[in-house]
């Protein structure tokens, strides 16, 4: 369907915090691209805000299998196809950006992590942090950091960076308002020792740290445009920022607006290979922008792209058949659930302001003399039971991942006994709903319901085409908006939309989901307030991890998502890599300690710093 999943794990070595080791507490990590606080999903319909047994690295049968290859080369570019970028100017800077799935393959080139997250989905690795230890309460984290990390342009990292960089996350207009009933603070205790404050008990709190909110940007880049600083983290772009700068592999060179960016070799980045030589391998990668996921299979193909990731099924399945003189792997057997393919609903029919409205099928624009249909939990359980989600698996998908039925997968052991409860497919007790609320609101005709799509995305196009029967098969039509990425993902955090394409959730720790169900969370974009929801995940956030009231509280979050409905459910996102035969060594990146395997690409995010070139 064209979604852009936000899921990356990583493989490690357990790292101590404190007294508890987060290998046998089973303390995990989501990794998604488009959350602020980790690559837990959260994404708009092919945009996740925000992880292995490994699955079978298979690729075409002429080829060898993908995996680690112990060679090595220095020289060379690699071009990386990916179907956005960063939208704007402060989009790409640091804990402040707003990623999606591409825009966290070029932030991995240009930042590092605190932390990042074994491929067994719970081990913890050291990034440019080294440690960290709670208090009694966990509500205070000690956290310690590498020594001797500088940033491209010489300058050192160390406890005020940290500190800089939470700030600026804090004074971010959508960014601040996610994290404000989690954080309360971040202080420096010494010049490599920072003290994260949280406002909640929250024995899972490293998990944080491995996305995001965790990319440390240089405090002071220069705005060349107004002459002053741009406030600490300034951004790329026109107008108003200065070039990215972090302590990552690669260093700016360029940067065009929805078509390439290019990274040079940063000649002084502290990281080593498990021989202790100097990473990264490569001289320069390049981010190449192709929204159709087909255009970036046919580069590919062509040779004007070395890798390239998609969600698509049909494209996936294209790549699973065999492309000759290419190697791939999936996420989809990773350990770790799922981001899900969605339809997400503005329950609450008001925009931000707090006014009533909907999104005019005339204009396509929010309209405040409107009602919103969707509003209304029958509508919501009338358009759940529209939906066969197995046909939609096989049509749509290709049958690639499975059709879900909550934000957990029936092997999780967070699933629900007997399952969630959602609605099943019964379009005629759909539209006897349907039919029941037309009789009283005086409606004489179907419902016109306006869906966000993101524009030039042939799997998109596609699911409409089998989303648009089947409602109107309840008494429903759907008008199509189709928005580009940056814009749909506006539409959610102001909240003028009613329905649209969205994909989101999964990873390893449920504890990730937090801001997006939370009451009143600016990042809850379906404005679901449900306190038997809060009350539960204020409850498995303070549970030692493993713990029975740590899963039967997150289950019974998933029990009342079918209840409340603000996510139609569809199927499980899966994502993709394919790369050329003269790319090596793009699979299962180590971490910091130069040998512990990382899981390396998932969830359509990929490190460039251990990969190479045979020629």
Same mark, same amino acid.
């Given at each position: 369907?064209?979604?852009?999943?936000?899921?990356?794990?990583?493989?490690?070595?357990?790292? &101590?915090? =404190?007294?508890?080791?987060?290998?046998?507490?089973?303390?995990?990590?989501?990794?998604?691209?488009?959350?602020?606080?980790?690559?837990?999903?959260?994404?708009?319909?092919?945009?996740?805000?925000?992880?292995?047994?490994?699955?079978?690295?298979?690729?075409?049968?002429? /080829?060898?299998?993908? =995996?680690?290859?112990?060679?090595?080369?220095?020289?060379?570019?690699?071009?990386?196809?990916?179907?956005?970028?960063?939208?704007?100017?402060?989009?790409?800077?640091?804990?402040?950006?707003?990623?999606?799935?591409?825009?966290?393959?070029?932030?991995?080139?240009?930042?590092?992590?605190?932390?990042?997250?074994?491929?067994?989905?719970?081990?913890?690795?050291?990034?440019?942090?080294?440690?960290?230890?709670?208090?009694?309460?966990?509500?205070?984290?000690?956290?310690?950091?590498?020594?001797?990390?500088?940033?491209?342009?010489?300058?050192?990292?160390?406890?005020?960076?940290?500190?800089?960089?939470?700030?600026?996350?804090?004074?971010?207009?959508?960014?601040?308002?996610?994290?404000?009933?989690?954080?309360?603070?971040?202080?420096?205790?010494?010049?490599?020792?920072?003290?994260?404050?949280?406002?909640?008990?929250?024995?899972?709190?490293?998990?944080?740290?491995?996305?995001? /909110?965790?990319?440390?940007?240089?405090?002071?880049?220069?705005?060349?445009?107004?002459?002053?600083?741009?406030?600490?983290?300034?951004?790329?772009?026109?107008? =108003? =920022?200065?070039?990215?700068?972090?302590?990552?592999?690669?260093?700016?060179?360029?940067?065009?607006?929805?078509?390439?960016?290019?990274?040079?070799?940063?000649?002084?980045?502290?990281?080593?290979?498990?021989?202790?030589?100097?990473?990264?391998?490569?001289?320069?990668?390049?981010? &190449?922008?192709?929204?159709?996921?087909?255009?970036?299979?046919?580069?590919?193909?062509?040779?004007?792209?070395?890798?390239?990731?998609?969600?698509?099924?049909?494209?996936?399945?294209?790549?699973?058949?065999?492309?000759?003189?290419?190697?791939?792997?999936?996420?989809?057997?990773?350990?770790?659930?799922?981001?899900?393919?969605?339809?997400?609903?503005?329950?609450?029919?008001?925009?931000?302001?707090?006014?009533?409205?909907?999104?005019?099928?005339?204009?396509?624009?929010?309209?405040?003399?409107?009602?919103?249909?969707?509003?209304?939990?029958?509508?919501?359980?009338?358009?759940?039971?529209?939906?066969?989600?197995?046909?939609?698996?096989?049509?749509?998908?290709?049958?690639?991942?499975?059709?879900?039925?909550?934000?957990?997968?029936?092997?999780?052991?967070?699933?629900? &006994?007997?399952?969630?409860?959602?609605?099943?497919?019964?379009?005629?007790?759909?539209?006897?709903?349907?039919?029941?609320?037309? &009789?009283?609101?005086?409606?004489?005709?179907?419902?016109?319901?306006?869906?966000?799509?993101?524009?030039?995305?042939?799997?998109?196009?596609?699911?409409?085409?089998?989303?648009?029967?089947?409602?109107?098969?309840?008494?429903?039509?759907?008008?199509?908006?189709?928005?580009?990425?940056?814009?749909?993902?506006?539409?959610?955090?102001?909240?003028?939309?009613?329905?649209?394409?969205?994909?989101?959730?999964?990873?390893?720790?449920?504890?990730?989901?937090?801001?997006?169900?939370?009451?009143?969370?600016?990042?809850?974009?379906?404005?679901?307030?449900?306190?038997?929801?809060?009350?539960?995940?204020?409850?498995?956030?303070?549970?030692?991890?493993?713990?029975?009231?740590?899963?039967?509280?997150?289950?019974?979050?998933?029990?009342?998502?079918?209840?409340?409905?603000?996510?139609?459910?569809?199927?499980?996102?899966?994502?993709?890599?394919?790369?050329?035969?003269?790319?090596?060594?793009?699979?299962?990146?180590?971490?910091?300690?130069?040998?512990?395997?990382?899981?390396?690409?998932?969830?359509?995010?990929?490190?460039?710093?251990?990969?190479?070139?045979?020629?």
């Amino acid at each position: 369907m064209g979604y852009i999943s936000n899921a990356t794990y990583t493989r490690g070595v357990a790292l &101590k915090v =404190g007294c508890i080791s987060q290998k046998e507490d089973s303390m995990s990590v989501a990794m998604d691209r488009r959350s602020f606080l980790t690559r837990s999903a959260a994404t708009a319909g092919g945009v996740a805000f925000s992880g292995t047994v490994v699955d079978a690295l298979v690729a075409d049968s002429a /080829l060898a299998t993908v =995996g680690k290859d112990p060679g090595y080369r220095y020289g060379g570019k690699v071009v990386v196809g990916v179907g956005s970028e960063a939208p704007a100017v402060k989009t790409f800077s640091g804990s402040q950006g707003h990623f999606d799935g591409a825009g966290y393959c070029v932030a991995l080139a240009v930042y590092d992590l605190l932390f990042t997250t074994g491929a067994d989905g719970h081990t913890l690795i050291p990034g440019l942090a080294l440690s960290a230890t709670p208090d009694s309460t966990y509500k205070k984290w000690t956290i310690k950091l590498r020594p001797g990390v500088l940033f491209h342009n010489g300058d050192p990292f160390n406890a005020d960076v940290v500190v800089k960089n939470y700030l600026a996350c804090v004074a971010d207009a959508t960014n601040g308002l996610a994290i404000a009933p989690i954080y309360a603070g971040c202080t420096k205790v010494d010049n490599l020792t920072v003290l994260y404050t949280t406002k909640l008990p929250w024995t899972t709190f490293p998990n944080s740290l491995t996305g995001q /909110l965790a990319f440390m940007a240089h405090p002071d880049v220069f705005d060349t445009v107004s002459g002053k600083a741009a406030g600490p983290y300034g951004s790329f772009g026109t107008p =108003g =920022g200065g070039n990215p700068i972090g302590t990552g592999p690669f260093k700016w060179k360029n940067w065009v607006l929805n078509g390439q960016n290019i990274w040079d070799r940063n000649p002084h980045y502290w990281g080593k290979d498990a021989a202790g030589r100097q990473l990264p391998y490569l001289d320069q990668v390049e981010f &190449k922008v192709l929204v159709d996921d087909n255009s970036r299979l046919q580069a590919l193909q062509a040779g004007t792209v070395d890798l390239m990731t998609t969600g698509n099924g049909g494209t996936i399945r294209t790549i699973q058949a065999g492309i000759s003189g290419a190697t791939w792997r999936t996420d989809q057997a990773d350990p770790k659930d799922p981001g899900a393919n969605m339809l997400i609903v503005n329950t609450a029919g008001k925009n931000f302001l707090g006014q009533a409205g909907a999104v005019d099928p005339g204009t396509l624009a929010w309209n405040t003399s409107l009602r919103s249909h969707v509003s209304d939990p029958n509508i919501r359980k009338a358009m759940a039971m529209a939906i066969n989600r197995t046909a939609f698996l096989n049509i749509v998908d290709g049958g690639t991942g499975v059709a879900v039925d909550g934000i957990y997968q029936p092997k999780s052991k967070y699933y629900p &006994k007997g399952g969630p409860g959602y609605p099943a497919f019964n379009p005629t007790a759909g539209q006897a709903l349907v039919t029941a609320y037309k &009789k009283a609101h005086g409606i004489s005709t179907n419902l016109k319901i306006v869906v966000d799509l993101i524009a030039q995305n042939s799997g998109q196009v596609k699911a409409f085409s089998f989303l648009q029967p089947a409602f109107a098969a309840i008494g429903i039509t759907l008008v199509e908006r189709w928005l580009v990425t940056s814009d749909l993902i506006t539409t959610k955090i102001f909240k003028t939309y009613d329905l649209s394409a969205w994909s989101q959730f999964g990873g390893t720790d449920p504890a990730n989901n937090f801001v997006w169900l939370s009451q009143g969370n600016f990042v809850n974009f379906a404005q679901n307030s449900d306190p038997i929801i809060q009350k539960a995940m204020l409850a498995a956030l303070a549970a030692k991890p493993g713990s029975s009231a740590q899963i039967s509280n997150w289950a019974l979050v998933d029990q009342r998502l079918a209840i409340d409905l603000p996510y139609l459910w569809l199927d499980s996102s899966v994502s993709i890599w394919a790369a050329n035969s003269r790319v090596k060594n793009w699979a299962y990146a180590v971490g910091a300690d130069g040998k512990t395997q990382m899981t390396n690409p998932g969830g359509g995010a990929i490190t460039c710093f251990q990969m190479y070139v045979s020629s």
